[in-house]
């Protein structure tokens, strides 16, 4: 609608942001809503339905970090870039490489630690479409 980019509607950008991903999700068929009740009042959750979604995408990060390694993020594949901070961001990095061999776990997380270290400034300073993504993982480390 145009409204995202007006300055004067910037209170209204991010609210209702996890619901409108959930439906998205649940509109495509990976997700289901349902209603659990915790004690005093009920929640609404949107558990996975469809399991080998997410094991895609699993797939695709941890052969991101091992077998298509580029050692540069400006070179990484921006989706995935973007897929790895995030599961930083949300403390989950750890739980996508559980499944992998313990040598590999470690080559794994070592990468991606040294990725996730990175100066998201200077980083960002060379372009090629990823200065949200750096801005994000600086927004999270400062947190």
Known sequence: ???TWNPFKLQYQLR???ERLAKALVEKGILTT?????LLFDMTTHPVCNASEKQRLLKRLQ???LER???EPQRMERRTLALLVLAHASDVLENVFASLADD???VAMNRTK???DMDPEVEAAKGRGTEMIWAVL???NKS
């Open 1 to 3: 609608s145009g409204e």
């Open 16 to 18: 209702n942001v996890r």
């Open 34 to 38: 349902e209603k659990q009740n915790f």
């Open 63 to 65: 052969e991101s970090v």
């Open 69 to 71: 390694w580029v050692n």
């Open 104 to 106: 590999k776990y470690d």
């Open 114 to 116: 040294d990725l996730l």
């Open 138 to 140: 600086a927004a999270f």
